[in-house]
Nanobody
Framework: QVQLVESGGGLVQAGGSLRLSCVAS????????MAWFRQAPGKEREFVGA????????YYADSVKGRFTISRDNDDNTVYLQMNSLKPDDTAVYYC?????????????????WGQGTQVTVSS
């Protein structure tokens, strides 16, 4: 079992920045690829970005590429999502997720563990 707890969400004006954190506990964090997803009201959950367990590979949704950066600190069992140039369309609940292995995948159905989510609201 892997437990995930997100933090860092909040209210920010368009053009601003936020950094989300996701702390993992339980099994060895190093063996898991990590991802961020988000779900806006009335919409399906969508992929934001993912990082391999080593941190050597990342992949982003086109909608956030160039604005968001995912990183991880395996010593602190933490994955981060740095969000810059935020837009109102980025408003959503953001979830971190974990899957065993190195592969960086975009489908939510391939991730075994999920956090409770943290709300990000971007005002115009």
């Amino acid at each position: 079992q892997v437990q995930l707890v997100e933090s860092g969400g909040g209210l920010v004006q368009a053009g601003g920045s936020l950094r989300l954190s996701c702390v993992a506990s339980g099994r060895t964090f190093r063996g898991y690829a990590m991802a961020w997803f988000r779900q806006a009201p009335g919409k399906e959950r969508e992929f934001v970005g993912a990082i391999s367990w080593s941190g050597s590979r990342t992949y982003y949704a086109d909608s956030v590429k160039g604005r968001f950066t995912i990183s991880r600190d395996n010593d602190d069992n933490t994955v981060y999502l740095q969000m810059n140039s935020l837009k109102p369309d980025d408003t959503a609940v953001y979830y971190c997720a974990a899957r065993p292995g190195q592969a960086v995948l975009t489908s939510e159905y391939t991730y075994d563990y999920w956090g409770q989510g943290t709300q990000v609201t971007v005002s115009s």
